[in-house]
């Protein structure tokens, strides 16, 4: 039987099915990334609203599971051996789900690491370009007389679009015909990006045809249309 008292984590958010991998998030961008996967591949979990408002990811017992202090984490009680794993970083969490269910990440090698690759692209380039581009179109960032840095990122969130245009091209999704962890990793970005941000006429959006196409096709997902708003907001 998984022992709660060995993650601080469940002190502050107990788990009412303790069996159950246990999701500590919120459903933004990067939040929503697992909450998907989750959906997507039917694995029974639990899930906890950590509010960033109150910064309940600086708490101790968040700290304790996620040193960087953010979301979204989990906590599995039937990790790899058996064992209780705790993972953070989206990315990651997205790989081990893929590995755990056999699902979502293609089996031969070079499609495999290809498929990778464009989380990593999400990662390193997609999230925190369009992250920063929020702040400043519509955040606390806009009210800075100096507007160099939102040309900066709108200008990158406009290359970064191009990229993801060119690659569907003759695609259906990111790898192809199949569905995989890249659409998820980038899915709630996108989505973000024109909903949430605002910013859909800043980045000409409207001129990447096949993104957009691609993004209603992702969000037409019945996985997609439950994870996006998981954990519910009180």
Do not use: C
Not at 108 to 122: C, K, N, P
Not at 140 to 147: L, N
Not at 154 to 181: C, F, H, P
């Amino acid at each position: 039987m998984f022992d709660q008292t060995q993650f601080p984590i469940t002190q502050r958010w107990p788990a009412k099915h303790p069996e159950r991998l246990q999701l500590y998030s919120l459903p933004t961008p990067n939040g929503v990334k697992v909450s998907i996967m989750l959906e997507e591949i039917g694995l029974p979990y639990e899930a906890h609203l950590v509010d960033i408002g109150k910064n309940e990811t600086w708490t101790p017992e968040f700290l304790a599971l996620n040193p960087n202090g953010k979301i979204p984490a989990i906590l599995d009680p039937h990790g790899p051996d058996g064992k209780p794993l705790a993972l953070f970083e989206s990315g990651a969490i997205l790989l081990y789900l893929a590995e755990k269910s056999g699902q979502f990440l293609p089996k031969d090698a070079a499609l495999r690491y290809e498929t990778i690759q464009w989380v990593f692209f999400q990662m390193a380039a997609v999230g925190p370009m369009f992250g920063q581009l929020g702040f400043f179109h519509k955040f606390a960032g806009r009210e800075y007389e100096d507007k160099r840095p939102l040309k900066r990122y709108q200008q990158e969130s406009k290359r970064l679009l191009g990229v993801l245009e060119n690659r569907l091209a003759g695609r259906g999704w990111i790898m192809g015909a199949d569905y995989t962890i890249a659409d998820i990793s980038l899915l709630g970005w996108v989505r973000n990006l024109i909903g949430f941000y605002d910013a859909r006429e800043l980045v000409e959006f409207d001129s990447f045809p096949l993104v957009g196409q691609w993004l209603e096709r992702g969000l037409a997902r019945p996985a997609v249309q439950h994870g996006v708003n998981i954990p519910a907001k009180s």
